[in-house]
């Protein structure tokens, strides 16, 4: 049986498979259909520094091929992730890792710090999609000055493993990858959710309460692939792959493009047992291809 294991900067993963941050709650609510233990990381529900009740509804729509969320990162805030939610994490033997969010560099900083003191948080996903509100409600991810202030920030106060969440929502991701890196990221992963929208031609009215959402699901997944590989060719960390996973033949594509592990998101709302499902798919097709380990297949495309 081929080697699954993989490493994200100083994470050791049992296999590439991973959660994609709110889509999988905190892990404990998919414990009736999931061995968690089994998994490779749990990547819990966005956290920010205070509570955060998020927007009005409808906050979710369902498209072709795809899903629309606008729900706008409700949350209890860090303090309740800590006290709360952590002692009932800390003993399952797998990787829990908090995606942590805000809307000023400060606000990640001191999110980060918190974390870093629980001893079985491993590593912190930043989600730099967020509007940035000392500066007009632009994204921090969609420009390299701003992505660059945010891991500045949390570098400084955190030394676990830093992925940074990259927003597709951009011209070039290269840039900001590398961007990232050159301010201490270990890790970048991506793609967060593309901007879209839904109407309601009845009610000439958008379908979501805020008008615009994130678009998630198999209709972005050649997309993801597309920024996957050139963010992969564009720097020297760990890139993790997310945006369409349904199968595990996804997920052997995002890997053959440079991904050394993979989130899957969407795909658990239609089938809570999707991740070990695409957990044993990757390994049939290792063992079926005479791969020793699920590292010679990353970065394996050839032009």
Not at 1 to 29: C, H, Q
Not at 108 to 126: G, M, T, V
Not at 133 to 139: E, H, I, L, P, Y
Not at 168 to 192: H, K
Request: aromatic share 6%; net charge negative.
């Amino acid at each position: 049986m081929a080697d699954l294991t993989t490493k994200i900067g100083g994470l050791t993963l049992k296999n590439p498979v991973m959660t994609a941050s709110g889509t999988f709650g905190y892990g404990l609510e998919f414990q009736d259909f999931v061995p968690l233990e089994e998994l490779g990381g749990i990547i819990v529900k966005g956290t920010t520094l205070h509570p955060r009740e998020g927007n009005d509804y409808p906050r979710m729509a369902e498209t072709a091929s795809g899903m629309l969320n606008c729900v706008g990162l409700q949350n209890k805030g860090v303090d309740y992730f800590c006290e709360q939610i952590y002692p009932q994490l800390k003993d399952i033997d797998t990787n829990f890792i908090v995606n942590v969010s805000g809307s000023a560099t400060e606000d990640y900083a001191e999110c980060a710090a918190r974390i870093d003191a629980l001893e079985k948080i491993p590593a912190i996903e930043l989600n730099i999609s967020c509007p940035n509100v000392k500066q007009g409600g632009m994204a921090f991810g969609t420009s390299c000055e701003g992505a660059a202030s945010v891991v500045r920030a949390v570098r400084q106060r955190y030394r676990k493993t830093l992925i940074v969440k990259l927003s597709p929502n951009v011209t070039n991701i290269a840039d900001i990858a590398r961007a990232c890196e050159a301010e201490g990221a270990d890790s970048v992963s991506l793609i967060n959710t593309l901007m879209g929208m839904a109407v309601d031609i009845e009610r000439r009215k958008p379908v979501l309460s805020i008008a615009t959402g994130g678009l998630s699901g198999p209709a972005v997944k050649p997309v993801a692939l597309r920024m996957v590989w050139q963010v992969a060719q564009a720097v020297k960390i760990p890139v993790v792959g997310l945006g369409g996973i349904m199968t595990a033949e996804d997920a052997i594509e995002f890997l053959m493009v440079g991904a050394s592990a993979i989130e899957i998101g969407t795909a658990n709302f239609i089938d809570p047992t999707v991740t070990i499902k695409v957990r044993d798919g990757i390994s049939d097709w290792l063992d079926k291809h005479g791969c020793r380990s699920v590292g010679e297949i990353v970065g394996s495309l050839t032009p």
